[in-house]
């Protein structure tokens, strides 16, 4: 009996060539309710087929219960006829499959993805059923419009060999993003996984959020970062992996060698030790990171500082996320962030302040405490330059002039183009706070009074410029009148007394011949 109704299977096995014989060579003679469980699969049975770049289907997603314009999976040989219109389109752009339903003809259903070369997004947010992921070798073969691959359901180590081992084989070089997404890879899956990427320097987006990846799958990820030599990568997420100080110090060479704006590193077992080993990279002219993911990350007050520090002189970084209430930051941590964004020690100080970053806390940042807040406001409202500008006039009322007065008159036109400078942008911006408004006000009289500390410690200056001037003069003069009356001692018959003044004598006599 078994033995019968394994032949009978075999016999009944379909492959695409089945319902290509079936469609008789020419696809559009299927009548569609036929071969579908609902009117709605056979609707996108027809928009797949349709083979015009308006109507043809773009998007596909495919469910096991109803969900309104969605393939639904039913009775039937819905998947097989599915994979067979798939392989025939050539407009469809993303297929994200969430469910095979009863795996039924699942075998014909991929090799109909195989035979599509059109697809550029491909979801898949269900298990395979006991399908290998190695059969969809011909797809990352064929395929080189695939630039977006997604993986949401729990992938145990033999399906991550898998798809290592497809990744690693085609080195599918069209392939920009790459996300597994609560997959709960564990070490060792993601570590093989790593293994494989390393021939994708062209990735410019890797989500591995929910993973748990550890310190194993950080080395890995370190290593095949570092081999990548140039670097496409512009997003990394890292969202809840159990990575801990040492995982993150392991990361820091490999992130090193990438162009990352956005670092997601949220939900993990960071503290001050493995944010300070983030330093030198955040301060290095080739960091490009303008967004750093740290919620839900209790680094406390030393984590704060360590980002202070490591953020002075940065110039990318625009957004640090965090949740203040469960980052454990106190006063003396806020005092790190507003001596970041203005320090008002000296002028040269709030001059070389962090003028760049405009967020420091979670959206809408109400729980950063107000003066860093309105500072930030201003650099996120004003060029760099001028946010310094404001920053100098709210931190010194008493502008203190006298360390420049080494560059003397020089100064006096930088000081006027500077506070011109300055009231042209509060005029441009008189609606943006009322700080901005009351600094305007009293910009006039703030001019004054540095002009006043200008002329009142010039003077001495002047006086001393002005002798020099008078003594330089004077010399000239008893020079010159050495040299007239050397000149007409020579012309009387004497011999000249400073022989090295022969040639200003003959030039002096040639002068006074022509007097």
């Not at 490009?288 to 110039?315: I, P, S, T, Y």
């Not at 006298?402 to 400078?421: A, D, H, I, R, T």
Request: charged fraction near 25%.
């Amino acid at each position: 009996m078994d033995i019968e109704t394994n032949r009978q299977r075999t016999m009944e096995r379909r492959d695409f060539d089945y319902y290509e014989a079936r469609n008789r060579g020419c696809y559009r003679d299927v009548k569609l309710e036929d071969i579908t469980s609902c009117k709605g699969n056979a609707s996108i049975l027809q928009r797949l087929r349709d083979q015009t770049w308006n109507t043809s289907l773009q998007v596909l997603n495919i469910f096991d219960h109803y969900v309104y314009d969605n393939f639904v999976v039913g009775e039937g040989d819905d998947l097989g006829w599915l994979g067979y219109f798939i392989g025939k389109s050539k407009y469809l752009e993303k297929l994200r499959i969430y469910s095979w339903g009863e795996g039924e003809n699942i075998e014909a259903f991929i090799e109909g993805i195989n035979r599509n070369q059109s697809i550029s997004s491909l979801h898949i947010g269900t298990d395979l059923r006991g399908v290998s992921f190695r059969n969809l070798r011909p797809f990352f073969r064929n395929n080189n419009n695939l630039c977006q691959l997604e993986f949401n359901f729990e992938v145990g180590l033999e399906c991550a060999e898998s798809i290592a081992f497809v990744l690693d084989i085609n080195r599918c070089q069209s392939l920009e993003s790459l996300r597994f997404e609560d997959c709960n890879l564990g070490e060792d899956g993601f570590a093989v996984i790593a293994t494989a990427l390393s021939t994708y320097p062209q990735l410019e987006e890797l989500h591995l959020q929910h993973n748990n990846i550890g310190l194993t799958g950080c080395t890995a990820l370190a290593d095949t970062l570092r081999g990548w030599g140039a670097s496409n990568l512009k997003t990394l997420d890292l969202d809840d992996n159990g990575i801990d100080d040492q995982g993150l110090q392991t990361l820091a060479a490999g992130i090193a060698n990438t162009k990352l704006e956005e670092l997601y590193l949220s939900d993990n077992l960071i503290t001050a030790v493995g944010l300070r080993s983030m330093s030198d990279y955040i301060q290095s002219d080739s960091c490009c990171l303008k967004n750093l993911h740290l919620h839900r990350v209790n680094f406390g007050d030393e984590g704060a500082v360590a980002l202070a520090d490591a953020l002075m002189g940065n110039k990318s970084l625009t957004s640090l996320h965090l949740i203040p209430d469960e980052s454990g930051i106190t006063d003396a941590g806020w005092a790190a962030f507003s001596k970041l964004v203005c320090d008002p020690s000296s002028i040269n100080n709030t001059f070389l302040s962090n003028h760049n970053i405009k967020r420091i806390g979670d959206k809408g940042m109400y729980g950063t405490p107000l003066d860093i807040r309105r500072y930030l406001d201003l650099n996120e409202l004003l060029d760099r330059r001028h946010a310094a500008i404001h920053k100098i006039l709210e931190s010194h009322p008493d502008l203190d002039l006298e360390p420049f007065f080494q560059w003397k008159l020089k100064l006096l036109p930088v000081v006027m183009n500077w506070f011109q400078s300055a009231r042209s942008r509060m005029v441009a911006n008189d609606l943006i706070g009322e700080s901005i408004q009351r600094q305007r006000q009293s910009l006039p009289s703030r001019e004054l009074s540095a002009l006043y500390k200008f002329v009142r410690g010039m003077p001495a200056l002047t006086v001393i410029s002005y002798w020099q001037q008078q003594v330089i003069n004077i010399q000239a003069k008893r020079r010159r009148l050495d040299i007239e009356e050397e000149t007409a001692w020579v012309r009387l018959g004497g011999r000249p007394r400073d022989e090295g003044k022969v040639e200003c004598i003959q030039i002096g006599a040639k002068r006074m011949r022509q007097e």
